[in-house]
T-cell receptor
Framework: SAVISQKPSRDICQRGTSLTIQCQVD?????MFWYRQQPGQSLTLIAT?????????ESGFVIDKFPISRPNLTFSTLTVSNMSPEDSSIYLC???????????????FGSGTRLTVV | QKEVEQNSGPLSVPEGAIASLNCTYS??????FFWYRQYSGKSPELIMF????GDKEDGRFTAQLNKASQYVSLLIRDSQPSDSATYLC??????????FGAGTTVTVRA
């Protein structure tokens, strides 16, 4: 299965600033997913990032707040813009499988970015 | 997103017992079903996936799927203290997007 490197692992940010989170995959993948996990809650899908096209956002999430880049098949970034304390969460990227790989491995997650906005 | 419901926790079981976790989903078109384990402060780790009706066993874990009832379960046999974690049920359909349940926290008492 694909291996994901996500950074930063954690950050403390001032309100009104922006943070960019990076995910690097060790193989080419078609779709990458970005999730948010608020304290004590489950994972909520923010958007799906496809190479060569704009990300597809889920209800309640907008591009101005969470711009996403997907410059190639192994890399994606999520920016949390104009942050407020309500954005304090864990952000995770995920991939289904590498291209050409039979999907027998489920979805893999990055190690997560723990964001605290003060 | 699809609705996924899990039995509310926390679930406390003695060491060596069977832990039973349940999950129901709303989208009848759901095709793939996953159980993830998440330790505190860590990212989810896939422990089981199932696509077809019936049982699937992997070591101490057994996943059961009943598509007619829109129900999937996870049994953990011979529970160990290291099994103490939050277990997340997730489903996906042909859009490849995972929808997660709220999770069930399991505590195995030594």
């Amino acid at each position: 299965s694909a291996v994901i490197s996500q950074k930063p692992s954690r950050d403390i940010c001032q309100r009104g600033t922006s943070l960019t989170i990076q995910c690097q995959v060790d193989s080419q993948v078609t779709m990458m997913f970005w999730y948010r996990q608020q304290p004590g809650q489950s994972l909520t899908l923010i958007a799906t990032a496809n190479q060569g096209s704009e990300a597809t956002y889920e209800s309640g999430f907008v591009i101005d707040k969470f711009p996403i880049s997907r410059p190639n098949l192994t890399f994606s970034t999520l920016t949390v813009s104009n942050m407020s304390p309500e954005d304090s969460s864990i952000y995770l990227c995920s991939v289904e499988k590498a291209q050409g790989e039979y999907s027998n491995y489920g979805y893999t997650f990055g190690s997560g970015t723990r964001l605290t906005v003060v | 997103q699809k609705e996924v419901e899990q039995n509310s926790g926390p679930l406390s079981v003695p060491e060596g017992a069977i832990a039973s976790l349940n999950c129901t989903y709303s989208d009848r078109g759901s095709q793939s079903f996953f159980w993830y384990r998440q330790y505190s402060g860590k990212s989810p780790e896939l422990i089981m996936f199932i696509y077809s009706n019936g049982d699937k066993e992997d070591g101490r874990f057994t996943a059961q799927l009943n598509k007619a009832s829109q129900y999937v379960s996870l049994l953990i046999r011979d529970s160990q203290p290291s099994d103490s974690a939050t277990y997340l049920c997730a489903v996906t359909s042909n859009d490849y997007k995972l929808s997660f349940g709220a999770g069930t926290t399991v505590t195995v008492r030594a």
